[in-house]
T-cell receptor, first 114, second 112 residues
Framework: GAGVSQSPRYKVAKRGQDVALRCDPI?????LFWYQQALGQGPEFLTY????????KSGLPSDRFFAERPEGSVSTLKIQRTQQEDSAVYLC????????????FGEGSRLTVL | GQNIDQPTEMTATEGAIVQINCTYQ??????LFWYQQHAGEAPTFLSY????GLEEKGRFSSFLSRSKGYSYLLLKELQMKDSASYLC?????????????FGRGTSLIVHP
């Protein structure tokens, strides 16, 4: 497919479990963003990659959150020791980069922590 | 940091015109985007303004005033399918990175 693909679409975790969310961006897109979206809110910035380099991780809420993009394409967002407040939709978006503005979003991964 | 403000909810009648406002306070401004998000779906791009003025695209138009920190999205000839959340996003330049920051979104309800 030509769009941004995220998996899993839905994840239920028990409190304390580790989870990994995957994002497969559009081929050739340099920039990759992760956002967290709570119900009824706008997307909150988590982290940004330019190719394999993580240039901004200022939005990661705690050191339990970790993201990587080792080969400059697929990215993984990992959350360790999940807490109930981590329940949200995690959106991945990619763009051509630089001043090319439009973000292309994936469908998101909905995480529910029990 | 950035401060982006937009109304939480608006209602309008099918066939009418609605204007959704967005105000922002930021440094390093480098463009303003509008996205549409239907419930349970991904945001989709509507418009982009980097210079002052009006950008028109079919039934949707977007306006920007950088000096006032103000934008609006104008939707004409409303249709039921326009019921969605409309997200204002400001892009800022920080250390060579271009990061879009989103407002909380405006939920638009179109009724017959």
């Amino acid at each position: 497919g030509a769009g941004v693909s995220q998996s899993p679409r839905y994840k239920v975790a028990k409190r304390g479990q580790d989870v990994a969310l995957r994002c497969d961006p559009i081929s050739g897109h340099v920039s990759l963003f992760w956002y967290q979206q709570a119900l009824g809110q706008g997307p909150e910035f988590l982290t940004y990659f330019q190719n394999e380099a993580q240039l901004d991780k200022s939005g990661l809420p705690s050191d339990r959150f970790f993201a990587e993009r080792p080969e400059g394409s697929v990215s993984t967002l990992k959350i360790q020791r999940t807490q109930q407040e981590d329940s949200a939709v995690y959106l991945c978006a990619s763009s051509l980069g630089g001043l090319a503005g439009e973000l292309f979003f994936g469908e998101g991964s909905r995480l529910t922590v029990l | 940091g950035q401060n982006i403000d937009q109304p939480t909810e608006m209602t309008a009648t099918e066939g009418a015109i609605v204007q959704i406002n967005c105000t922002y306070q930021t440094s390093g401004f480098n463009g303003l985007f509008w996205y549409q998000q239907h419930a349970g779906e991904a945001p989709t791009f509507l418009s982009y303004n980097v210079l002052d003025g009006l950008e028109e695209k079919g039934r949707f138009s977007s306006f920007l005033s950088r000096s006032k920190g103000y934008s609006y999205l104008l939707l004409k000839e409303l249709q039921m399918k326009d019921s969605a959340s409309y997200l204002c996003a400001v892009r800022v330049v920080s250390g060579g990175s271009y990061i879009p920051t989103f407002g909380r979104g405006t939920s638009l309800i179109v009724h017959p």
